[in-house]
């Protein structure tokens, strides 16, 4: 079995950086000049996806704008013999089949895949949340596929959290199988310290069967009121096996305001246009 479908949820409101996410979605915040949700696609592209389904809501068709063509944009560029850029344009708007549904209201990640099934239809596949920038030769999405042709099962990336962030995880508690890879034994969302499991934490790239979908469906509203997915790969554990993969690579929240900032300095500094100006300035600055 081969991984071709990636399921991407964007339709979450935002709230962390508000005001500007009351009128752009937070996934289109700019890394210097290219959104976090281009590296996201990027990521699936690069690990052998190629279908691609966006989860959105309202005040999201920024993101179909960004990856639909631009012909006024384009005949500019052209006519301006601006070809690099021409080119780029063109790029973007044909990296990789999209489709786009709607969550109606947001009611948890776990809701929002479950839109997704009737595109799915019955096949392995990807999701990649859209505020997490995973850098890694091997993308982090790659990893994970890997694992899933190996074993057949469902694969989740993980990797240990500060003690402070454990209660804003899927934490798990797992049984060591090789370098890197457990078998899940358990998962609960955002346990306090005390309540936690480990500092193992799910992030933001999994791979599933399935059979996902009708776990989802037997759970109930879970913590914050939602429909959780951690809830639905803990019940997919019960008839199926769960691996829990500790992946390779740098991660960026970009969800979260120090994380994007350093994200943003990072990616700077690997620029060699821009690198030398930025090392000055962060010398100035002590």
């Not at 479950?114 to 019955?122: D, F, I, L, Q, Y």
């Not at 990797?159 to 798990?172: C, F, R, T």
């Amino acid at each position: 079995m081969d991984v071709k479908k990636a399921v991407i949820p964007v339709a979450g409101l935002g709230t962390r950086f508000l005001p500007v996410t009351k009128s752009m979605p937070k996934e289109m915040l700019p890394i210097i000049d290219t959104p976090v949700i281009h590296y996201v696609v990027q990521e699936a592209i690069e690990s052998g996806i190629d279908d691609i389904i966006f989860v959105t809501g309202r005040n999201k068709r920024a993101i179909e704008d960004y990856f639909d063509g631009c012909p006024e944009l384009e005949m500019h560029l052209q006519a301006r013999g601006k070809y690099d850029m021409l080119e780029m344009v063109q790029e973007i708007s044909s990296m990789v089949d999209i489709h786009y549904i709607r969550q109606k209201e947001p009611n948890g990640l776990g809701d929002a895949i479950m839109t997704a099934r009737k595109h799915v239809s019955g096949d392995p596949f990807a999701v990649l949340l859209g505020d997490d920038i995973i850098v890694n030769e091997k993308p982090c999405t790659r990893q994970l596929i890997d694992v899933f042709r190996k074993y057949g099962r469902s694969t989740i990336a993980v990797e240990e959290v500060p003690q402070d962030k454990v209660s804003s995880y899927g934490i798990i508690s797992c049984s060591p199988v090789d370098d890197h890879l457990y078998a899940l034994d358990d998962i609960v969302e955002k346990p306090s310290v005390e309540e936690a499991p480990s500092n193992i934490g799910a992030i933001g790239r999994y791979v599933f069967t399935p059979e996902i979908f009708d776990c989802i469906e037997q759970t109930s509203k879970g913590v914050d009121g939602e429909l959780q997915l951690t809830d639905g790969i803990r019940l997919l554990n019960d008839s199926q096996k769960v691996y829990a993969h500790q992946f390779t690579g740098q991660r960026y929240d970009s969800g979260n305001k120090v994380e994007y900032v350093k994200a943003v300095l990072d990616f700077a500094l690997k620029d060699e246009v821009m690198r030398d100006e930025i090392l000055g300035h962060l010398e100035k600055l002590g």
